[in-house]
C-alpha cells in the first residue's frame, strides 16, 4: 500500500475505532513497521489531526471523535457573508489564529457547487470594509498560542514589554480579547507570579511544553 493510502486508511481506521490501538498493532493491520507508523503518525499530527495516546488497558493511539462536524449546507448568500466577514478578520488581523480561519472557510467555499460559487464571487466583489489593522504578529507565535489555548497547555514565551526588555516566561493561556488595535492575552502565570495581560504582537517566540 502506498503511503498516501496508508494515511488515509489509518485515520478512517482510527476513527473507527472507540479506543486505543498500539503502533504494533497498527503495523500488523496495515502490514508495515511499527518504526513506519511512529512516521505516519507524525506526519497526520503535522497536518493537525487530533490524535492523543491512552494509557492502560485498551489504551494506544486514538482519534478524537469530535474533530469532524456533521454535514452542513449553506447558501451562496449565507456562504458570501460568512466568507466575506473571515476575509475582514483576516486582513485587519481581527483574530490571531488566522491558518484555522482560513481552512474552515475554504471547506465552506469547497461545499458549494460550480453556479453557487460564481454567486459568492459576484456577491463578495460587492462588498467591502475599511478599518484599522492590528498590529501583527509572527505565524510561529500564533500557532503556538492557539495550541496552547485550545490543549489547555503551557507556554514557554520571549515578550519584549513596553520597555524594551526581553523576557522568559510561562503561561497558560485564559482568554483572548481582540480589539481594534492590538490583540490581548490575559494569561495565569504556570510559576508563580501574578496573572497577566500581554500583547500578542509583543511575544517574540513562543513553545508549548509537553506536560499539562
Excluded at 39 to 50: F, K
Excluded at 56 to 63: H, S, T
Excluded at 65 to 76: G, I, K
Excluded at 154 to 164: A, E
Aim: proline residues 4%; glycine residues 8%.
Amino acid at each position: 500500500m502506498k503511503r498516501q493510502a496508508r494515511l488515509l486508511a489509518l485515520v478512517e481506521y482510527l476513527r473507527g475505532r472507540r479506543t486505543g490501538v498500539t503502533a504494533e498493532a497498527l503495523a500488523e493491520r496495515f502490514g508495515t513497521t511499527p518504526r513506519t507508523i511512529y512516521r505516519d503518525l507524525d506526519t497526520l499530527r503535522e497536518a493537525d489531526l487530533p490524535l492523543h495516546a491512552e494509557r492502560g488497558r485498551g489504551g494506544g493511539y486514538a482519534l478524537d471523535r469530535h474533530y469532524t462536524l456533521p454535514p452542513v449546507n449553506f447558501t451562496a448568500r449565507q456562504a458570501a457573508v460568512l466568507l466575506t466577514v473571515g476575509r475582514w478578520a483576516t486582513q485587519l488581523r481581527l483574530m490571531p489564529f488566522q491558518d484555522t480561519l482560513q481552512a474552515g472557510l475554504d471547506k465552506v467555499r469547497g461545499a458549494l457547487d460550480t453556479a453557487a460559487q460564481r454567486d459568492l464571487v459576484e456577491h463578495m466583489a460587492k462588498m467591502d470594509f475599511v478599518g484599522i489593522p492590528t498590529h501583527a504578529a509572527p505565524a510561529g507565535v500564533r500557532a503556538a498560542v492557539e495550541q496552547a489555548w485550545f490543549e489547555r497547555r503551557p507556554l514557554v514565551l520571549t515578550y519584549r514589554g513596553s520597555d524594551g526588555q526581553a523576557t522568559q516566561r510561562t503561561v497558560r493561556v485564559d482568554g483572548v480579547v481582540m480589539e481594534r488595535s492590538a490583540t490581548y492575552l490575559t494569561c495565569d502565570a504556570a510559576d508563580p507570579v501574578k496573572r497577566r495581560t500581554l500583547r500578542l504582537d509583543r511575544i517574540e517566540s513562543a513553545q508549548v511544553l509537553s506536560t499539562v
